[in-house]
């Protein structure tokens, strides 16, 4: 079949290089792809949120089944307006619609969801412009260190953990009044803050059952030991190793269950990937947030492991057939390390020329931010530029393997923390 891939990032390479493996991958698309995805098949220059652009690409090309790695053209509806057109309503799509999607761009809605489904989250309150001095008033009773959310997407930058009053206050007014994250922070989830370990929990859906991918964690931080501003993600491991079989048995009944019946029960059909990001408080799974898609870079740690042919489980996602299919996970560990560029999280330059890749071995390496340039070399082009990821026997294995290679690829400005997966070494 010919197949439709949306994103850019690591997450995508990892896609295509599932999908490729896949005698049912005829031709693959990659919309718009980066400089590793051309590997496994055709990059396409059209932007995804160009939806009559995207729509008229598929009839064009007969795609048969359409992925979305990216929440963006989700949030925005890029799943209605197929199922809106006459000519396209019969692609298979994995992706939720709006409503769906609706998870990850409304921390608000989402919030809501989780109280009216009793699924443990912290506790919390949304205050927008009309009631603001009432929130300044709730800051005054609460516990510090306390979390701000901008209720819409703020390209991940629009959780604010305050450890004072006086900051929280600030920064509450700042994010209502001086709108510090645009639109998105008009409304303002004013939530508890929980202490624990973190991890991420995927579950594929098809709108009547669901599959549960493997456990990941991810390492946030620029800095080792977990120090320093928040990144997109500096590496992942997957499973995470105190997702045992008693921790994700509360998982599956307190959260994943009760997930998916409140989407039912708001009659929306969700074909995707849900991502619960959970924290483990003492013993038991909170969620932190949902989002309508896979995480990068859980996905480059997650995906090589499923053994499942990965486009009959996208088809079978698609067609609401998942309960047929027998999902076949590696027991090995993974362990991704993402290589970045001088200054990440802030200001970094690009188009620095990496070398080495021949010599990497017994690792996957999947582009996040790279291109072409015009002498056909592969060069930087984004913070974080390539996840590198491995198979081992244990966490420790698996970073081994993937540190080793790191050492191998060079550019200028190169930065990678050798600390992923610290706690379970
Ligand atoms: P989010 O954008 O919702 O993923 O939040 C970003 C990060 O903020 C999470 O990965 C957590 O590390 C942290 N965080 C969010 N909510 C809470 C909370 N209620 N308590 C403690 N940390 C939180
Ligand atoms: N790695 C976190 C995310 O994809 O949102």
């Known amino acids: ?162 450890q004072t009053l006086e900051e929280a206050t600030s920064e509450l007014q700042q994010m209502i009044n001086d709108k510090k994250f645009g639109a998105a922070s008009a409304k303002v989830v004013i939530e508890e803050f929980l202490s624990g370990i973190e991890l991420s929990v995927f579950v594929l859906s098809d709108g009547n059952s669901y599959k549960i991918l493997p456990t990941a964690k991810d390492y946030k931080r620029i800095g080792e030991g977990e120090m320093g501003l928040n990144t997109g993600g500096m590496g992942a491991i997957s499973p995470v190793p105190f997702a045992n079989d008693v921790f994700m048995q509360k998982v599956i009944d307190n959260i994943i269950e009760p997930t998916v019946q409140g989407l039912k029960n708001e009659s929306i059909k969700y074909v995707g990937f849900i991502f619960v990001g959970l924290i483990k408080v003492g013993e038991e799974p909170m969620v932190i947030e949902y989002n309508c898609r896979m995480g990068d870079p859980e996905t480059e740690a997650v995906l090589p492991r499923i053994e499942t042919d990965f486009v009959e489980l996208m088809v079978a996602t698609a067609k609401g057939e998942l309960q047929n299919i027998d999902l076949k996970i590696s027991d090995k560990t ?31 390496l999947f582009h996040a931010g790279t291109s072409l340039n015009s002498n056909n070399e592969i060069v930087t082009n984004g913070g974080r530029v390539l996840a590198i990821t491995s198979f081992g026997n244990s966490v420790n294995e698996a970073v081994s393997t993937s540190l080793a290679n790191a050492n191998k690829i060079n550019y200028d400005g190169k930065y990678f923390r050798r600390d992923i997966g610290f706690e379970f070494l």
């Open 1 to 162: 079949m010919n197949i439709l891939l949306i994103g850019s990032g690591g997450r995508e390479h990892a896609f295509a290089y599932k999908l490729a493996q896949s005698k049912l991958c005829k031709q693959l698309f990659i919309m718009p792809g980066n400089a590793g995805t051309t590997q496994f098949g055709q990059n396409v220059k059209i932007n995804p949120n160009d939806f009559a652009a995207v729509g008229q690409f598929s009839l064009e090309n007969k795609i048969d089944l359409v992925i979305v790695g990216p929440e963006e053209p989700l949030v925005l509806g890029l799943r209605n307006y197929f199922e809106e057109n006459e000519n396209l309503k019969n692609t298979l799509f994995v992706g939720p619609d709006k409503m769906g999607a609706t998870m990850e761009a409304s921390k608000d809605w989402s919030k809501a969801f989780m109280y009216k489904n009793n699924i443990p989250t912290a506790a919390y309150k949304t205050f927008t412009s009309q009631n603001l001095e009432e929130g300044l008033e709730y800051l005054k009773t609460q516990k510090m260190p306390i979390v701000l959310k901008a209720d819409g997407l703020a390209a991940g930058k629009g959780v604010l953990i305050c």
């Open 334 to 364: 993974t362990a991704t390390v993402m290589m970045v560029s001088a200054g990440y999280p802030g200001d970094y330059e690009k188009g620095k020329v990496m070398t080495g890749f021949e010599s990497v071995a017994d690792s996957l």
